[in-house]
């Protein structure tokens, strides 16, 4: 049966999915204080430097059919590049993950559950993404090709129902901090798109491998849409965020919405949507480490390996002492391993073993004549 | 075997997280919890401060008797902050406060004006309270405030708290000022916060008989001439400099206050009749347009071009008035236009030189001028407001009676 | 031999003695001793032998038949079977040559005529006995099976065979309406017991020569018909021979109903979830049969087995085609929600009350905590009280006999609710909360599916107590990547839901007449298309 490949349309929803999944936490708040109301333009400015390194990804990708960064690293460095850069990547997926899961579980805490340990609160993600790393990947992508809209819908009601609130206004100066901050500065923001990390994963798990380009960049694209929409509700509604820390930002702007006297502080039902999107996200993170484990070792059965990536999340979002920790591991961590090893590490790797190859093929022709 | 094992494990784990959780659930249950309904911030003699909370009998509600004065307890306590005023009352009811269902916060005049950024800052910092929680500054005590607010045709606290601004779209008396909109303002350098003028009126406190003002529209709470079993009244705004009171606006200066955020509907004005100056004409007016609002910087100070448009139809009439006349029309929107351009720029001159607090968000017009925040943060909007020059034109557009001509 | 007290090894000596004197012996004596011993017709009551005599060309074989009392029609044994073969008339006293001369030709003056000999079977098989339904059969275990199916046997001394002569004649229930599964525009015929009828009525339905209805037995003991049915131009053949596999390779006793078969050839059973569709009604198996599915029917079980099934076809009711697309949407988008609701409002109201007061209106929220006011129990027992008291309601309407039945559903429904809320057991509210979930439970079309939904409920209800609306939303995970999970026959349980391109010729709501081009995608049926692009040719011009 086919249906161990994954389709088009959801290779875009897993690009999605990630970066939703970080906007829900704390990525829109950073994003803000960094650009401040140049954030629109500083976005629409990343959006295009993602969408033009998707591209280039696209075409690096395009000399190998149907293999993931790991068969390339081993192309370039043997065995020895390929475990390498599939332990970085499952550090990056676990640490990335740990700390989101943190960041979110402090928030539920002081919402929603007081006088419970955090521990556990961390510890019910852990088990149903146990439960949910023993199926079948299939059945996770499938999952999140459920949630995704209800959480994209989501988020534009949030866009929607705040709109009453929202002076335009604020936008202005459209430039914040100036050229050099927007444009040299904020090219920091690209790791709100990293997204891209699935990129270098899924081609051998492709339905349609040529599709690859559609996927980045739709995936892309879509995310950007998404990206604005989350960031200009911020912007337009409070001004606040400027100044103090909020703990879920969008938390936040979901308490205002209200629809007459009766649809008041909805944000519970969005909570439960994020929540969902969280578990899609952790989900992802665990099942590709599974993934890049399993190929790096050459193991016969995944079973296994199926509570160890969900243990190593949990174990990560303990680490952090307190709030501030978390918060700053969040913000700056996350950002550093983003941009080294999504936007830099993956990047080189791809060229130098392109270049090898165009070595490799002109030596080739050579010998043939 | 092995299956035996995970299951126990499993069952284990249940109970585990079942009792982790317990706890959380034990202090959030429904039942656990005695809900706010109001909260009056007072000062105090012996102590920083004095809460008073208002709470509802649920039982009040269930059969559908007659529920009067018992239906609300009000309790008050002196602490030194409103955590720990929360928690003496919990320790005094038995029961966990919540502020989830908390629908007034009442701060009176004399604790306002000695700023309430710390009071707003922990209220937003606790998860439970409502951003669409109203905000009222008292001229009386606060406690005596939500004393005095009994409502008169609901049986519910509640629900007279949640219609309690409704006025404001069709009279343009009062405003719906919430805590959230008002922690907003007060973070934002573009705008100021401001709160419902709230008092008791006059009739309780006949003694100091205020002057009767010349006009009905220039009332405001604690000063106007309504006499009623409710005996608490919301009329006007109460503005904020950061976080401390500055001043007070009139029902009609609220209305102009309104007419320039664009957050109403219609409004009756009064206006001196073209003919004869003794009388004046009651005119409904709409809005037709959002104010047009542009502000420049010229030779450092804000200069700002305010343009209203209304369409109105007249609602005093009289046996020897005719509104089919074209040009009788033409002059009482020309009355009209002067009467509200004088108003609205009494108003913006208010605003800025009296109270130097820019509540009507004029701020974000001018961040245009700028070209990057940090310019704009030099510029330093809330101290410059003050040296605002204003340019208010009205174009009204009386139309005609309703059904009389 | 008895039967009852004989231990294991017993049984397989014996079998092993069936199996190797399978054969129908040609002396009549030893065929009637074994056959004796077969049956125990000591002491077995039903079983009846007559022997008599048979006048076959005036030649007279001693002869006997074998059926079982109360499943055959005794006037057609008498009148045509007995009668012509015992009473002498024209034809079996014909006692001319014994031969019969076919053809007769003259050459060289040579006479050479082509005879048939005598052959008695077929003297008897086409002069003597005038059944519509008559075989010869070599096997015991053949001629056993139609005997314990209602047939009888005929063994005629000197032939090594007898013969299989249908003369069914039991009692059963007549075609009468569908009682699970009622529909309002819609044919009102539900299937019945017996196996014949229920193809007929497929057959009835579909009239195509191309509906092929395959026969497997099915149980060591009871060997239960079980009849495969599909169209043979139209059903995925994978699909077919999937099914065909396992239905042949059930190593069990006994196969008494359809439900048990639905478990036994499911992939996994784990999460309670339905895999197969389990209908009453021809109509719906029919259409689904032309859709491209396989309908497996279990002879005395008035239920056909649909399969492959998906989660959609479990909210889907027979009526929804027959309605205009609009009414049946609504209808479909209701039922929805009733499932929603069925799952779900226990587990919110509980998550709500404890956890998220703020999100209930503010007077919701003092109605419920004045209802509440003398309710000694916290939330989470005062509705397990009254979600348990319901589902005893529930189970003891089915048990008590039926006249009372519906009163004792609605009496006590009322009566406990009335009582519990004026004694201050239990909150008005809550009472509300348990009956539209109540109520919600009951538009799920499918029973077993219901009782799936209604079972989470209770898990449902179990997380929101524990961690609110964060409980709920991890359930709901788990809940729905189990789902995505399972495969019914090879295809994945949420297919229509899930990769939102698979609904292709089946999603959850019904289009346009003229729309419904295409059969369900995710069968990959032989065909594609069931109505051409323009179905209303009428319409042109």
């Known amino acids: 049966m086919p249906d161990t490949k994954i389709s088009t349309k959801e290779a875009i929803m897993l690009i999605i999915s990630i970066i939703i999944a970080h906007t829900i936490v704390t990525l829109p708040a950073t994003l803000l204080k960094n650009s401040k109301s140049g954030i629109l333009v500083n976005i629409v400015y990343v959006s295009i430097l993602a969408l033009l390194f998707a591209f280039i990804l696209y075409r690096l990708f395009k000399n190998f059919q149907s293999q993931d960064i790991f068969d390339i690293s081993d192309y370039l460095g043997g065995p020895f590049l390929k475990n390498l850069i599939g332990i970085i990547f499952i550090i990056y997926f676990i640490s990335s993950s740990g700390i989101l899961l943190r960041n979110f579980a402090e928030g539920l805490k002081v919402i929603y559950f007081p006088n419970t340990n955090i521990l556990f609160i961390i510890l019910s993600f852990i088990i149903t993404i146990c439960i949910t790393n023993s199926l079948s990947f299939r059945s996770n992508i499938k999952v999140i090709s459920i949630i995704l809209p209800f959480v994209i819908v989501s988020i534009f009601f949030l866009f929607i129902g705040n709109l009453p609130s929202f002076s335009f206004e604020r936008v202005l100066p459209i430039l914040g901090e100036g050229f050099f901050n927007t444009f040299v500065v904020g090219t920091g923001n690209i790791i709100a798109f990293s997204g891209i990390s699935c990129l270098y994963i899924i081609p051998p798990l492709l339905k349609k491998p040529e599709d690859f380009k559609k996927i980045a960049l739709t995936g892309i694209a879509i995310s950007a849409l998404y990206l604005i929409l989350c960031v200009s509700t911020l912007l337009f509604m409070f001004s606040f965020f400027l100044k103090v820390d909020e703990i879920l930002p969008l938390y936040t702007a979901a308490s205002y919405i209200e629809y007459g006297s009766f649809f008041q502080r909805l944000d519970s039902i969005f909570l439960l949507i994020w929540m969902l999107e969280i578990c899609c996200y952790l989900t992802i ?64 790797i791809l060229l130098l073993a392109n270049i090898k190859k165009l070595h490799y093929n002109r030596k080739h022709k050579e010998g043939n004549q | ?84 005023a929360i928690n003496l009352m919990n320790a005094y009811v038995g029961k966990e406060l919540s502020l989830s269902h908390c629908k007034l916060i009442v701060f009176s005049e004399e604790f306002a004006k000695n700023g309430i950024s710390d009071e707003i800052f922990t209220l937003m910092n606790d998860n439970q309270v409502r951003p669409s929680t109203n905000i009222v500054v008292s001229k009386c005590t606060a406690k005596s405030y939500i004393e005095n607010s009994k409502p008169i045709f609901e049986p519910l606290i509640t629900k007279y708290y949640e219609g309690y601004t409704n006025s404001s779209s069709y009279t343009g008396y009062t405003t719906d000022a919430t805590i959230g909109r008002f922690f907003n303002n007060m973070n934002c350098d573009t705008c100021e916060p401001f709160a419902i003028l709230g008092g008791i009126n006059s009739e309780s406190k006949a003694s100091d008989s205020t002057v009767p003002s010349e006009k009905d529209s220039n009332i405001k709470s604690n000063e106007s001439a309504i006499t009623g079993s409710l005996r608490s009244e919301n009329i006007g705004l109460a503005v904020f400099k950061d976080d401390t009171l500055v001043g007070e606006l009139t029902a009609i200066e609220n209305l102009a206050f309104l007419c320039t955020r664009n957050q109403i509907d219609g409004f009756l004005i009064s206006v001196p009749s073209p003919n004869d100056e003794n009388k004046s004409i009651d005119i409904y007016l709409t809005p037709q347009k959002n104010t047009k609002i542009k502000a420049s910087i010229v030779n450092g100070s804000p200069y700002i071009n305010l343009e209203y448009t209304f369409t109105g139809r007249i609602y005093s009439m009289s046996s020897d008035s005719d509104y089919l006349n074209n040009d009788i029309l033409t002059e009482v929107s020309d009355v009209c236009n002067s009467y509200l351009e004088s108003v609205f720029s009494a108003f913006l001159y208010k605003t800025a030189k009296e109270f130097n607090s820019d509540i009507v968000g004029i701020g974000k017009h001018i961040l245009s001028s700028f070209e990057t925040s940090s310019d704009f943060e030099e510029y330093d909007w809330s101290q410059n407001y003050k040296n605002s020059f204003f340019n208010v034109n009205v174009q009204s557009n009386v139309k005609s009676g309703f059904l009389l001509m | 031999m008895i039967l009852g007290d004989t231990s294991l090894e017993n049984e397989e000596k014996e079998n092993n003695f069936i199996l190797k004197n399978d054969k129908v012996f040609s002396s009549i004596d030893v065929n009637l001793e074994f056959i004796k011993t077969k049956y125990n017709t000591l002491i077995n009551s039903d079983i009846v032998l007559r022997d008599f005599i048979i006048n076959a060309r005036g030649k007279q074989y001693k002869a006997f038949i074998l059926y079982i009392d109360g499943m055959i029609n005794s006037e057609i044994l008498n009148d045509f079977i007995l009668k012509p073969l015992m009473l002498r008339n024209k034809s079996n006293l014909y006692d001319n040559d014994q031969t019969r001369v076919i053809s007769e030709a003259v050459t060289n003056n040579v006479t050479v005529r082509k005879v048939k000999k005598f052959n008695l079977p077929d003297y008897l098989k086409s002069c003597l006995i005038p059944q519509n339904s008559i075989k010869e059969k070599e096997n015991f275990s053949d001629l056993f099976s139609g005997i314990n199916s209602g047939n009888c046997a005929l063994f005629v001394d000197t032939l090594p065979i007898a013969f299989d002569i249908e003369v069914k004649g039991f009692n059963q229930r007549s075609v009468e309406k569908p009682n699970n599964e009622i529909v309002i525009k819609g044919p009102h015929e539900a299937f019945v017991e017996n196996i014949r009828t229920n193809t007929s009525l497929l057959r009835r339905i579909v009239n195509n020569e191309h509906l092929i209805i395959e026969n497997i037995e099915v149980g060591k003991i009871t060997k239960t018909k079980c009849a495969l049915c599909y169209i043979k131009d139209l059903t995925n053949t994978d699909l077919i021979a999937e099914v065909r596999f396992r239905l042949n390779n059930l ?60 989660f959609i076809d479990f909210l889907k009711s027979p009526d929804d085609r027959n309605l205009k697309p609009p009414f049946a949407n609504f209808a479909l988008a209701i039922r929805f929600l009733g499932t929603f609701i069925t799952l779900l409002l226990p587990g919110i109201y509980i998550a709500i009350t404890s956890f998220h007061q703020e999100f209930l209106p503010t007077e ?91 079972l989470y409920r209770f898990l449902f209800t179990f997380l929101g107590y524990i961690a609110g609306s964060l409980g709920i939303a991890l359930g709901i995970f788990v809940y729905l990547s189990m789902l995505c999970d399972i495969k019914s026959f090879g295809i994945p349980y949420m297919t229509g839901v899930s990769p939102l391109d698979s609904s292709k010729g089946h999603g959850y709501f019904i289009p346009q007449i003229w729309k419904r081009e295409d059969r369900t995608a995710f069968l990959d049926p032989q065909k594609m298309k069931k109505q051409d692009k323009i179905s209303m040719k009428w319409k042109g011009e």
């Open chain 2, 1 to 84: 075997m092995k299956s035996k094992f995970i299951k126990i494990f499993i069952v284990i784990l249940l109970i585990i997280l079942t009792l982790s959780f317990n706890s959380s659930y034990q202090s959030l249950s429904i039942s656990n919890i005695a809900f706010v309904v109001s909260m009056a911030i007072d000062t105090s003699t012996t102590n920083n401060l004095k809460v008073t909370f208002q709470f509802t009998k649920p039982s009040s509600v269930s059969e559908n008797g007659s529920s009067d004065s018992d239906s609300s307890i009000v309790n008050s306590v002196e602490a030194s902050s409103i955590s720990s």
């Open chain 3, 251 to 310: 190593q069990i006793d006994s196969l008494l109903s359809t439900g048990q078969l639905e478990q036994l050839i499911t992939d996994t059973n784990d999460l309670a979830v339905p895999q197969t569709l389990s209908t009453e009604r021809p109509d719906k198996s029919a259409s689904y049969l032309l859709e491209g599915r396989v309908v497996v029917l279990v002879n005395g079980n008035p239920y056909a087995l649909i399969l492959p099934s998906v």
């Open chain 3, 364 to 454: 919701l929220l003092f109605s419920i905590l004045a209802s509440r006011e003398n309710v000694p129990f916290p939330i989470i027992v005062e509705i397990l009280i009254m979600e348990i008291s319901f589902e005893l309601i529930r189970e003891a309407g089915l048990r008590v006999p039926s006249p009372i039945g519906p009163t004792i559903g609605i009496v006590g429904a009322i009566i406990i609710g009335q009582a519990a809320v004026s004694a201050g057991i239990v909150s008005p509210i809550l009472i509300i909360i348990v009956a539209i979930t109540g109520i919600a439970s009951f538009t799920i079309p499918d029973f077993s599916f219901g009782f799936h939904i209604r």
């Open chain 1, 285 to 348: 993170t665990s099942k590709f480490s599974s993934i890049i484990f399993k190929k790096i070792t050459n193991l016969k059965y995944q079973k296994p390996l199926t509570f160890v990536f969900p243990l190593l999340i949990f174990s990560v979002a303990l680490l952090p002492k307190t709030v501030a920790i978390s918060k700053l591991l969040g913000n700056i961590l996350y950002r550093f391993i983003s941009l080294s090893v999504v936007f830099c590490l993956g990047f080189v």
